[in-house]
């Protein structure tokens, strides 16, 4: 009989604990988890998203204990592969995904990617504080990036060469600066690649004769300066004004992407980050939130 009790205590035991488990991985976000792996959520991609998505994370999680919010960066590129791979629940990306990527998702998984615009983002040129240079107009920048302009006395400036810094061809930023501003022409063999937009601005703090580019968020310590759409065009800096309203010649949004819908704490997340609360910390750090319909 005692060993018959012992044996009733034991299995019992198990049903608490399995009961238990089964309370503490819903404790997160409760209901059809897909999309996330249990009570974590993992965002890869953009380097240019990497300062806003760490600050949302902090904040939900400060807010939502016992979940934890993974923010890693690599580039857009990294982050769409890793969402075709299923590397990742939420891929977060500064370019729109590509036709030929939704298919190699959808061959992969048998869903629909689902694309979230969840901020805004001037892409802003950036030179040091020294250069008298106030403003340029996106065929002047072209002409820089591309080799045709060389020296900065050609642009209003002081006499002396033209440092070019960019990024990588795996970044978001990279490919919307190619095909907006260089019109999917070729950049310049000189211009220096580097990893990331807090390296761009870094190189350009140093640098007197140096210009660069990248997400408005980085700006700190080197001038962004005024942009004009054509010659002869009004010139308008890549402030909120601009940006929300779409005046920024090189305006953006900036995108999550999931596999299918997003569901369970993914789905929770995205929906904070898309709330009143979330948005707000979008010009915390430097960008820009969503125009409120």
């Given at each position: 009989?005692?060993?018959?009790?012992?044996?009733?205590?034991?299995?019992?035991?198990?049903?608490?604990?399995?009961?238990?488990?089964?309370?503490?991985?819903?404790?997160?976000?409760?209901?059809?988890?897909?999309?996330?792996?249990?009570?974590?959520?993992?965002?890869?991609?953009?380097?240019?998203m990497v300062i806003l998505g760490q600050r949302w994370a902090e904040n939900y999680m400060r807010e939502h204990p016992g979940c934890v919010v993974q923010v890693t960066g690599g580039g857009s590129g990294v982050g769409i592969a890793a969402l075709i791979n299923?590397?990742?629940?939420?891929?977060?990306?500064?370019?729109?995904?590509?036709d030929k990527e939704k298919e190699q998702v959808r061959a992969r998984h048998g869903r629909e990617v689902t694309e979230i615009p969840v901020a805004l983002d001037g892409i802003a040129i950036f030179l040091n504080e020294a250069n008298p240079v106030e403003e340029l107009d996106l065929e002047q920048i072209e002409a820089v990036y591309r080799g045709r302009i060389t020296d900065w006395k050609d642009l209003g400036g002081q006499p002396g060469k033209i440092i070019c810094y960019g990024r990588e061809n795996n970044s978001g930023t990279y490919m919307y600066f190619k095909e907006h501003v260089l019109k999917n022409q070729d950049f310049a063999a000189e211009v220096q690649t580097l990893p990331g937009t807090a390296a761009v601005i870094n190189a350009v703090l140093k640098d007197k004769m140096a210009i660069g580019y990248g997400g408005i968020g980085y700006s700190k310590g080197v001038k962004a300066i005024k942009v004009a759409a054509r010659k002869g065009d009004k010139s308008v800096a890549p402030d909120m004004e601009h940006v929300v309203a779409g005046t920024y010649p090189i305006s953006r949004k900036l995108f999550f992407y999931t596999i299918g819908e997003p569901a369970g704490e993914a789905k929770a997340f995205i929906e904070w980050v898309l709330s009143e609360e979330g948005q707000k910390i979008c010009q915390e750090v430097g960008y820009y939130p969503l125009r409120r319909k």
């Open positions: 009989m005692m060993a018959n009790a012992r044996s009733w205590r034991v299995v019992a035991l198990g049903f608490l604990l399995i009961a238990g488990s089964s309370l503490l991985l819903m404790s997160c976000g409760g209901g059809d988890r897909r999309g996330t792996r249990g009570r974590t959520i993992t965002i890869k991609g953009s380097d240019t299923g590397g990742t629940d939420i891929c977060a990306s500064s370019r729109p995904i590509k």
